[in-house]
């Protein structure tokens, strides 16, 4: 398929950590020309360029001067609004010279910046979307992340051709700030699961059972979920190079909290989820998997 044709697009990539490096990596086999990419870690994005055969660049600026179509996978509301800083103030924000530009937003931050991102980036004549990942490291190199993506339909459906190659599954959920309220809502129950997982497993392994035979029986029974599949076995065998960080599952809960508040309602489960991926970060263990909580609730571990 010659993508390039397809889109008319040249991409630029703002943040390369572990999604979007690989996100950069996917859209270069698929025939996007990547030709702008940006991190705060220079010798990182230098790399990448490197690789993919496209100019490593100072600011976010020059993203926006180089490519048509700027995708942002940063960390949290701050960078977030660091890169989309009024122009006037911050020569080098992304919203510098964005006339006609594209902005797709991937990182998981709050709805109130979403909102806030495409106002700005409205006034400065340009669109914006956010489109939030439901996947990890593998299906953003793969293509085949679950993408849930707000903003106006005209925007989306100028962004579909790259929306299309980077997933499996695409759903349009409404306005801006639609996609980061369902997204964290998802990772809110995600983390929710796990950290219930890890103290099932936990007092499994205090009572003497046999993990392998119980992790069996919760996947027949009402015991079953996704997290589940993804994180028992690391648990059991203390195996958590990260695919999702506790850090972020604190972050993430975090925002799905602050929404509970803001609508009047008290999450007792979801609240002890994040005191629990808090505990790791407070520990030093806060960039290891989110399947490292159990390391909190097995016998001998903490």
Do not use: W
């Amino acid at each position: 398929m010659d993508t390039q044709s397809q889109s008319g697009f040249t991409v630029g990539i703002v943040g390369v950590g572990r999604m979007g490096v690989n996100i950069a990596r996917h859209l270069k086999d698929v025939g996007f020309p990547v030709v702008a990419i940006h991190d705060t870690r220079a010798e990182v994005a230098r790399d990448l360029a490197a690789e993919l055969g496209a100019c490593a660049v100072e600011t976010p600026a020059a993203v926006t001067r180089d490519a048509q179509i700027v995708l942002t996978v940063v960390s949290d509301d701050a960078a977030m609004r660091a890169i989309f800083a009024d122009p006037e103030r911050s020569p080098d924000s992304l919203l510098t010279g964005a006339a006609g530009r594209l902005f797709v937003n991937c990182a998981t931050v709050s709805p109130a910046a979403h909102v806030e991102v495409e106002r700005l980036a409205h006034a400065a004549g340009a669109q914006s979307l956010e489109a939030c990942m439901a996947s990890s490291i593998t299906q953003a190199r793969d293509g085949t992340l679950y993408l849930m993506v707000a903003g106006t339909t005209e925007a989306f459906e100028r962004a579909r051709p790259v929306l299309e190659a980077m997933s499996s599954a695409l759903r349009h959920v409404g306005p801006a700030g639609r996609a980061a309220q369902v997204k964290a809502l998802v990772n809110m129950v995600m983390n929710s699961n796990t950290a219930a997982l890890a103290e099932g497993l936990g007092l499994g392994a205090a009572l003497g059972l046999d993990l392998g035979m119980l992790r069996e029986v919760f996947a027949q029974t009402g015991a079953a979920s996704r997290v589940l599949e993804t994180d028992g076995e690391d648990m059991q065998l203390r195996q958590h190079d990260v695919y999702f960080s506790a850090a972020h599952a604190a972050k993430d809960s975090g925002i799905a909290l602050d929404l509970a508040r803001e609508a009047g309602l008290d999450l007792p489960v979801a609240e002890a989820a994040r005191g629990q991926f808090e505990r790791l970060v407070q520990a030093g263990k806060g960039e290891l998997d989110k399947s490292a909580v159990a390391e909190l609730t097995f016998p001998g571990r903490a």
